[in-house]
């Protein structure tokens, strides 16, 4: 007798778990955010590096880079990988698990050792940093994949939309939470407040962990390798040759993803100020999720109305507003610099609509996996530079840096510019 599930079962058992799904889902997603947010590149982390080692800039740089770097790496192989896998659900938990271990042993570290052997804790962070981002990297692709089996394709919209709000809820709590911990330094001194904030983002992912754990994951017909690593770059290499569309579009995502790698030194420029305080951080917390869960709304209806182009040039101008606002909002009034951050959330809000979407409409739907995987190939050089950013920024001052973003940003938004909509024109179109 033929166990093996058919197409027909698989949908069966989608549509009778879906309640179950969207629920467990909606915990996951929120509380995950909420993780993330105590956990910030942005502004927590930087802020942290700062009172933990004077130069901090490098140090800055170097998890920027980190992230970039584990986010984009695993993701290629993890998909040739699990492709043939009937269940996904346990490669899911262990990365849960990793990330959520991570930062309970950080948090851990930070509060025994962080007055005492601070070189430690930055060994720590940045070892346990990597482990978190590779283990994240190869998440994303599992995380597309079981979602897409466990949510039907008719109701993806009202998850993700319910996700992304409840989530941006409880990542603006955080921010005043982490405002509050850090603004009464009497009550939390260092590094009682940050070993705190820490602890936070581990019971965020612990709650996470749960509601993932409770997905009914319904089984997929099983399927074999399609293709080969070699097969799928040999497709790669003809697409860049013969594509100028695609061509136009990985220089633009590359050219703006360095731009993007900058936005962690905005909270060591603002440390430079002598009127900034510790609660500060959190309201810079508070007004990136602001701005990222504001912004949304916008970018997806102008997706909607206007394709994917618009809110790719949108975002980048968004960008440089956030770069001009940190080059002369503390001279004025530094309260003021939260601007900086609503502009940042905004800013990657509308990066992660656009490119993300306009490569999906701009691939044939065989050559989607191909596309996706090769611009992050491409572009994992760059997430390396944030990097070089923080070894500059030892010798040269933040203004000159800033002015370097608004140069990178007007060069992605001639290239974006550039770009056929494929919406609009079929030649946008990539195909073999």
């Not at 990597?130 to 394709?153: E, K, Q, W």
């Not at 990985?250 to 993803?257: C, D, V």
Request: charged share 10%; glycine share 10%.
């Amino acid at each position: 007798m033929n166990n093996e599930p058919t197409l027909a079962t698989f949908e069966a058992e989608s549509n009778r778990y879906y309640n179950r799904n969207f629920n467990a889902g909606i915990i996951h997603g929120i509380f995950f955010q909420m993780g993330s947010a105590f956990g910030s590149i942005h502004t927590v982390l930087p802020a942290f590096l700062a009172l933990l080692i004077t130069g901090a800039t490098t140090a800055v740089g170097l998890m920027a880079a980190i992230e970039g770097v584990g986010t984009v790496l695993p993701q290629l192989f993890t998909a040739y990988l699990i492709e043939d896998k009937p269940r996904k659900k346990p490669y899911l938990i262990l990365v849960i698990i990793i990330r959520f271990i991570s930062w309970g042993i950080l948090a851990w570290l930070t509060y025994s050792y962080g007055l005492s052997n601070p070189k430690l804790i930055l060994v720590v962070l940045l070892t346990l940093f990597s482990i978190f981002s590779l283990a994240g990297g190869a998440g994303t692709v599992v995380y597309a994949d079981i979602f897409g089996r466990a949510i039907p394709h008719n109701r993806r919209g009202r998850f993700s939309g319910g996700k992304q709000f409840g989530g941006f809820i409880l990542a603006i709590l955080a921010g005043w939470i982490v405002r509050y911990i850090l603004g009464h330094e009497t009550i939390f001194p260092f590094p009682i407040n940050y070993s705190i904030i820490f602890s936070l983002s581990a019971l965020s992912l612990a709650i996470a962990l749960i509601g993932f754990a409770l997905i009914q994951e319904p089984i997929y017909p099983s399927q074999n390798k399609t293709k080969s690593l070699r097969l799928m770059l040999g497709q790669a290499s003809v697409l860049l040759k013969q594509h100028s569309n695609f061509r136009v579009f990985l220089l633009s995502r590359s050219t703006i993803g360095i731009a993007i790698g900058l936005a962690p030194f905005y909270i060591v420029h603002a440390r430079g100020s002598s009127t900034f305080d510790g609660g500060q951080i959190g309201l810079f917390l508070t007004a990136q999720m602001a701005g990222a869960a504001l912004s949304n709304l916008l970018w997806g209806w102008m997706a909607d109305k206007y394709g994917n182009k618009p809110v790719m040039l949108g975002s980048i101008l968004i960008g440089a507003a956030a770069t001009i606002t940190a080059l002369i909002v503390p001279s004025i009034w530094p309260p003021a610099y939260a601007l900086v951050f609503i502009f940042v959330g905004a800013m990657i809000s509308g990066m992660k609509i656009g490119y993300s979407n306009f490569i999906l409409e701009m691939a044939e739907p065989t050559m989607r996996a191909t596309c996706v995987a090769l611009q992050n190939t491409i572009i994992l050089p760059v997430t390396a530079l944030p990097l070089v950013t923080g070894f500059l920024l030892e010798s040269i001052s933040f203004p000159t840096i800033f002015k370097g973003e608004l140069i990178l940003l007007a060069i992605g938004f001639i290239l974006s510019l550039k770009l056929i909509d494929p919406r609009q024109h079929k030649e946008g179109i990539c195909v073999l």
